[in-house]
């Protein structure tokens, strides 16, 4: 049997996807006026971009953060937390 080791990874995300990362419940989109189609799709475009799968934990407290992982897709400024990923180590 061979073990595989990880590494941990973050990225810094926008507070209000958590409960679509971590829980994949989208519900909370579901006020946007396309039912939030454009946004899970953007969430599913940052993280394939980020190549690390999908996250595993976040940190405690927000901060307000201007420039996050996802201001290159035009996040705008926003409360964001730490987003922790499990990634496969080559050490």
């Known amino acids: 049997m061979t073990k595989t080791k990880l590494a941990t990874e973050s990225a810094v995300l926008p507070t209000h996807w958590a409960s ?4 994949g419940d989208a519900t909370s989109f579901s006020l946007n006026n396309d039912g ?5 799709a953007l969430i599913d475009q940052v993280l394939d971009d980020l190549g690390f799968g999908s996250p595993v934990s ?3 407290e927000s901060d307000f953060v201007k420039y996050h992982d996802a201001h290159y897709y035009g996040v ?4 964001c937390l730490t987003y922790y990923f499990l990634v496969p180590s080559e050490n």
């Open 58 to 60: 976040c940190s405690n």
């Open 76 to 79: 705008l400024a926003g409360d």
């Open 36 to 40: 939030g189609d454009a946004e899970i």
């Open 20 to 23: 679509y990362l971590l829980n």
